[in-house]
């Protein structure tokens, strides 16, 4: 399956030629275990790695690996053991509970496999979550969700709750979730996961054309090799260890 990549309209805007720059989330020596003894697990071990701003990367890798356990890490809602995550600059490894709390809310977008809404919210009441959080009025932060809905072709199904939409229609409304605050990192567990094939590649396509942004990184997880096209950038996972990482496409920042 090969997909077509969109022209990036914002290419010409940019003049970023030190991939340094670039750097939008950088890993230095992170491991993580899981219980004790018997039981330990090494779920990650010494990962060092790199993502870049303006590229959809994607964490590939058997059931298993490492891949939501990273993603939790880079994401703060999991403390590593030992090692370094800086986002955007800064250190969350660095910060206390409240600290990187208050960092996620703000910076980061959460997309899950299992959508995670809430099933007495309507779909715009859903999206505006992070806003309100954020300290929005409700109608400020619903009329703004409202937008983002339409932006993703939701917008007939703003005032409907959740179980009366399709499971590509709640991703979306999870995308919209996502993306309402603005966040400088996306990250999402198998997105695509429960959707069927053709649902799961318009999600993906979704991904691309509204999360993708110069100043943002996107980061998904995946085991689903159908989806691999869509990624600037695959990063292979296994036991723990980031094995391999692949370039497909240069992103919107190439130079
Ligand atoms: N809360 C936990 N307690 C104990 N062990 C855990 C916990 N979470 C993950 N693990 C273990 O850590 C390892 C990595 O798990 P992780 O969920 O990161 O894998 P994954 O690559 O996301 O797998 P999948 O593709 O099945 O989602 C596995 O061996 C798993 O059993
Ligand atoms: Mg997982």
């Keep these: 399956m090969s997909v077509a990549m969109k022209p990036c309209p914002w290419h010409s805007e940019l003049e970023v030629n030190d991939l340094a720059d670039k750097a939008a989330v950088r890993i230095r020596g992170l491991s993580k275990h899981f219980g004790t003894g018997d039981r330990r697990v090494q779920a990650l071990e010494g990962i060092s790695w790199d993502v870049f701003r303006g590229e959809m990367t994607l964490i590939a890798g058997p059931s298993g690996c490492g891949k939501t356990t990273l993603l939790s890490v880079i994401a703060g809602i999991l403390n590593a053991d030992e090692g370094l995550v800086e986002i955007f600059g800064n250190d969350v490894t660095a910060m206390n509970d409240r ?45 703004r969700a409202r937008e983002v809905l339409t932006s993703v072709g939701m917008g007939a199904k703003t005032e409907s709750m959740p179980n009366e939409l399709s499971g590509g229609q709640q991703q979306r409304v999870a995308i919209s979730r996502a993306l309402v605050h603005e966040p400088s990192l996306l990250v999402c567990d198998e997105p695509t996961a429960a959707l069927d094939a053709e649902t799961g590649h318009t999600v993906m396509e979704l991904l691309r054309e509204v999360a993708v942004r110069p100043d943002r990184a996107v980061v998904i997880v995946t085991h689903d090799n159908r989806v691999f096209n869509f990624g600037d950038r695959i990063a292979y996972m296994d036991d723990g260890h980031m094995i391999k990482v692949e370039t497909r496409n240069q992103g919107l920042l190439a130079s």
Aim: hydrophobic share 45%; net charge positive.
């Design 99 to 143: 600290q990187r709390t208050k960092f996620r809310a703000k910076n980061i977008g959460f997309v899950f496999q299992q959508y995670n809404l809430l099933p007495a919210l309507t779909a715009a009441e859903n999206a505006s979550i992070p806003l309100v959080i954020a300290g929005w009025s409700k109608d400020k932060a619903v009329s």
